[in-house]
């Protein structure tokens, strides 16, 4: 069996934590990066490319006028697609769980989340195809 010994543990941190500083290093240097990543709002972060672009024309010169929106529009993407993605797991995970019979009412409590969380995820992805 293997033991759990300090330096085990970092090794392994540092190799979980590895391919996030890879995409971290990334993202300086390429905005798509910062569209393909699951995050709300990450308009600022984009925003940064243009704004140093505007003081020097010559850095990153492939960003052309269309692209800020085509990114914005891959990042909300890419969001609702991980959300739904967590919606799916939550749904199977109250399908596995349905059997349980004790005092607990942790279906009901799953399904009344998995119920809210479909209807607010439903009703923000119909506004920003509104939009």
Same mark, same amino acid.
């Given at each position: 069996?293997?033991?759990y010994? *300090?330096?085990?543990?970092l090794?392994r941190?540092a190799l979980?934590?590895l ?18 990543v699951?995050?709300?709002a990450?308009e600022?972060?984009l925003?940064?490319f243009y ?10 010169h492939?960003l052309?006028?269309?692209?800020? +929106?085509?990114?914005?529009?891959t990042?909300?993407?890419?969001f ?8 799916? =797991? ?6 596995k ?5 004790? =005092? +607990?009412m942790i279906?009901? *409590? =799953? +399904?009344v989340?998995c119920?809210?969380w479909?209807?607010?995820? +439903?009703? *923000? ?7």
């Amino acid at each position: 069996m293997n033991s759990y010994k *300090e330096k085990s543990v970092l090794i392994r941190l540092a190799l979980v934590l590895l391919p996030f500083q890879v995409v971290g290093l990334l993202g300086i240097f390429f905005p798509w990066v910062f569209a393909l990543v699951p995050v709300y709002a990450s308009e600022i972060c984009l925003c940064h490319f243009y704004s140093v672009k505007a003081r020097d024309p010559n850095k990153f010169h492939y960003l052309g006028d269309g692209l800020m +929106t085509a990114m914005q529009i891959t990042n909300v993407f890419s969001f609702n697609l991980m959300n739904f993605f967590f919606l799916y =797991c939550m749904i199977f995970m109250v399908y596995k769980i349905r059997h349980i019979n004790d =005092c +607990t009412m942790i279906k009901q *409590e =799953c +399904t009344v989340i998995c119920l809210w969380w479909l209807f607010i995820s +439903t009703i *923000e992805y119909l506004a920003f195809i509104a939009m």
